[in-house]
Structure formats: C-alpha cells, structure tokens
Nanobody, 116 residues
Framework: VQLQASGGGLVQAGGSLRLSCTAS????????MGWYRQAPGKQRELVAD???????NYADSVKGRFTISRDNAKNTMYLQMNSLKPEDTAVYYC???????????WGQGTLVTVSS
C-alpha cells in the first residue's frame, strides 16, 4: 500500500488550500480514508474521514471550513481547506482506515503553514 499526499504549503490566514492523497496497491473504492494532522508538540488528531460509500465525519474544529471528498476513478482523496487559521498549521497525513475507521496505513505527510 502506498499513499502519496501533496498540496501543502504556506498560506495567509483566511486563505485556502487543497490537499490530495493518491493511493496505490489497494482497491481504493472499497476503503474508508481519512486525513489526520499533527502540530508541533501535539498528538496526531483526526481532521476528517470518508467511508467507501461517501459518508463523512469532521473534527469540530474544522466543521464548516474543510471538505473531504474522494474520486474513486482516480484513486484519490481530497481535503479542501477554506478560511484557514494559524492553528491549522500542522503536518497533514492521509490514512487508509480499517472497517472501524481506525488508521491502518499512513502517507508521508504534507506540511501546511498558515501565517497570521
């Protein structure tokens, strides 16, 4: 299983970024996927996840600002991040989830930095 995350960068507060995660080595459409993040000195936390059927779940801190989606034809998951805040600064990881929506495999992470 390989998960390749991309799309991170430096953005000003209030700006937007879109992260992508492309998977290989799996039948993508059968698997739940998720985005996690880890800020300096903090534990990794769930940002959002999406089931194989497209049901979504978000952390309270990102509800209304972030949108998770998937394109099964491209084996790719996305995270559209709007109205970014400095506290969104973190390394963002994509993950392939188990049937109970816990992480099984991790991508390499992509850094998002939001300046104030």
């Amino acid at each position: 299983v390989q998960l390749q995350a991309s799309g991170g960068g430096l953005v000003q507060a209030g700006g937007s970024l879109r992260l992508s995660c492309t998977a290989s080595g799996i039948i993508f459409r059968f698997n739940a996927m998720g985005w996690y993040r880890q800020a300096p000195g903090k534990q990794r936390e769930l940002v959002a996840d999406i089931t194989s059927g497209g049901s979504t779940n978000y952390a309270d801190s990102v509800k209304g600002r972030f949108t998770i989606s998937r394109d099964n034809a491209k084996n790719t998951m996305y995270l559209q991040m709007n109205s970014l805040k400095p506290e969104d600064t973190a390394v963002y990881y994509c993950s392939l989830l188990s049937s109970i929506r816990s992480p099984r495999y991790w991508g390499q992470g992509t850094l998002v930095t939001v300046s104030s």
